[in-house]
């Protein structure tokens, strides 16, 4: 169990290849388990598959795994026998004690065709006894066919097989006569009624022959039909208590199956359903259909819940990543997070500035608040974080330069800084979400003095649609002319407004930059 997958598919027919596929085109890890007894392994060739007319089933299954495994599907071998749900999804056991963990379920298993116990039926399975005039009557057509009644459905298959031959014979064997509307609708299809039961199914070099009733009396036929029960392969999910349910058709039950929806969609959340487990009739390419409805249903599942995870972790860390804490943990986690040197944008607008009071708002490790200091300036650095004014004092001290720069800790959305005292406030990549941002800003920009600059820098918005980022918060992100928009005209001159392209890590970055003096 060292991986949970994000689906695991219980049978690996038709419908769960297909899902299986669908899953893992969409990035997702599929397990599918497969005990190797798919319904139509009697049969020689699959019919009314678009583009794969007349393929043997172990063929096109040996297909399908090759396809779902070009995208990183697995197959296992074995028999999922139970599964019960987790915190996190299902863990399935296999017969052989193995057991494995999925977020969710798809089973496939399909049914099992419960025929009459009539000696030879069964050994003919799938050759010359057929019950689907779809996936078998082209290859009988023309031959001399009994269709052996097995309830009320047999006189509707007697009339699909007629369309497929003219010599049908229907054979009561022990049900119900004909009432008489049936009798005269068989009588104008030219359809034999035989009433004696059938004793055997005559074999003779591996074709039928004929079919031998009660007393002996023997009817050559070529082929036989019959309509058997379709009873679901339902164990596993009756181990999550999804019970089979009667499924009728035109009014008659014709077997038992898993009731879901039509995504295959059961009532356990969690686990879907598709191909013959749930839909008795289905044939290969239904099944495959309904593998693929169901493989996209769960996919989107997956998504929804992942969205809701992802909403839920967003909102945690825009409440928390810019705190005290979050800070302190990413400056424990390293001896340096910043590259000791000084932002560029603070280098070029300040270089020319004739040297006063600074505030370097956030200063971290103190490149910025040495940088102006170098320059004579006098400098309050301010930052949340312990380990980072530690690490900036002892720079201050090895350049010379502590008597020049005074650290504080403090968090200025509740201590802001004195009005009117700082010649040069600066803030870089200082991102908060939007009321709590624009309230910091409006309080730095109260702390210029006359004539003062306040100099502000942040990530530019548009680089979170140039590639894929960790760090994605839009509510964070301003553009200089929406923080030029919060300054009062008659006491400040917006000096630059600007997009200002600079060298990243992988490749150009912009930097949304505000310079504006208060007016004397």
Known sequence: MEQTYDVVVIGGGAAGLSGAVTLARSRRSVLVIDRGDPRNAPAGHVHNLLGREGVPPAELYKAGRAELAEYGGEVREGTAERAERTADGFLVTLADGARVLGRRL????????ELPAIPGLARRWGADVAHCPYCHG???????????????????????????????????NGTPEPDPEQAELLAARRIPVVREPVEAVEIDDDRITGVRLAG?????????????RFVARSALLESLGLEPVPMEMNGHEVGLRIAAEETGATAVPGVWVAG????????????????????????????????RDAVTEYRRQQATIFEADAWEERYRAKPAIWSGRPNAQ????AAGLPAGRALDVGCGEGADALWLAERGWTVTGVDIAAEALSRAAGHAAAAGLADRITFTRADLRSEPPAERSYDLVSAHFMHL???????????LAAAVTAGGTLLIAGHHPDDLATAARPMHFPDMMFTAEELAAGLDPAEWDVLTTEKRPRPGQDGVIHDAVLVARRKK
Request: proline share 3%.
């Open 433 to 443: 979400p939007g009321a709590a941002r624009r309230e910091l800003y409006a309080r």
């Open 106 to 113: 798809l089973v496939t298993t399909g049914l099992v065709d």
């Open 138 to 172: 082209w290859e009988l057509r023309g031959k001399r066919i009994g269709v052996l009644a097995a309830g009320p459905l047999s006189l509707h298959q007697a009339q699909l097989w007629r369309q497929l031959s003219d010599d049908v014979v229907y054979l009561l």
């Open 346 to 349: 603070l280098v070029a607008e």
């Open 216 to 228: 002996g009396r023997v009817i050559g036929l070529e082929a036989v039909a019959v309509g058997p």
């Open 276 to 307: 013959n487990v749930t839909n008795l009739g289905a044939t290969v390419a239904v099944a495959a259909a309904a593998g693929q409805t169901a493989g996209a249903m769960i996919n989107m599942d997956l998504i929804a819940g992942e969205s």
